[in-house]
């Protein structure tokens, strides 16, 4: 029987790992097992979210916090969100009965394509943290099993670049299997950072290229994020991806709806498929009012208001197909490197976008929410109390 890691459960017994609350993560590697050095962490979207949240955006409070997690439980998993991360390191030593399907050898770097929250570890240090990617670079070592899917790094294509395109797990080659067989020719993908947009982008075009259809794919992007201050940067990191890229209000999605179709190249209800990363309230009711009569909508997360779709769809009294495909499918670390490699141009050229909104705004934003949770002040405006002025940005609107 191949071990996927039930020994090292400590609590409470009889589960798998990831429903544990605690494993072993002594280094010692037993039968089935072999140890790996973590160099860099993905941090999910959600967790890092909320670490980065409570505490005050400190990065020394952060560093901590995810430390005491990991001593607490053997194991990176946010025990509010539930969620990990994926990882990156080198492979130190392996049982002599290791299945090591993948043929490594010691000295190997390695991508760990799984969730961190069933694999046994320790961090000794984190050296810094990427805000941009949700990365962390540490210090530290995990305990993998015959069964832990492991895959070789791609040379040439950065860390960073292939951690981001690893943690949406099995969704792109899902997408791409949903789209191939529905012979999809238009989609339009609600996105949330450049790189995620245009890997889900990519995962639909190679189903259109595999059915011969020179099929339209475009991109819509919060005009209320990061990213739209750099609109022109953000259009040119796609392209070749998309051909086409809104800047819209999704809070507002009927304004956007109409703000579209002002511009002459969409109308309600023609486009096949509509692709939701992006979680922002109101990203849902967008997709559901663009895609056709009998259209598909793939959420990339349960979390990304799917529930508020299904019943907006009721309302509009519209047929939508849709699906959720937030799991692990045997053939998507292939399906994901093959894309990722594809657009390496494009990665980096938001790669450098992300430095720039780095410079003229993440890092403002962070000291505004960090300075409003020291400080203690809050306000209060349409019945709603908060500290952060971004809150307060948000809620001048209504």
Known sequence: MKNFGLSRVVSP????PVAAWELDNSPKIGDGEALLRIDK??????SFGQICSSCGYDTFKIKNRIIDIINKRGKLQNPYTKTGGVFVGKMMSMSKNYLNAENFQVGDDVCCVCSTCGIPMKIESIDSIDFKYGQINCKGYAIVFDTTPL??????????????????AGNLYGLYKIAKSEKIQSAMIIGNTPIATMLYAQAMREAMNDNGIKGSISAIIDRNSSHSIQKEATVKALEGVVDQVYFVDLVRPIEAVKEMMELGNIYSGIVDKVVVIEDVFGAESLAVSIVKESGHVFFSSAGNHYWTAAVATEGLGKEVHMDVFDQYVEEHPEFTFMIANKLKTNMEKAGELWHEIKKDFLWSVFDEETSDAESGQTAEQGGFVF??????????KF
């Not at 962490?41 to 959600?46: L, V």
């Not at 500290?387 to 001048?396: E, R």
Request: hydrophobic share 40%.
């Open 13 to 16: 017994k009889g589960v798998l």
């Open 387 to 396: 500290k952060s002025q971004a809150t307060k940005k948000w809620l001048t």
């Open 151 to 168: 895959r070789h790094l791609i040379p040439g294509i950065q860390e960073e670049f292939i951690l981001t395109a690893v943690d949406e």
């Open 41 to 46: 962490i993905q941090m999910e979207k959600e």
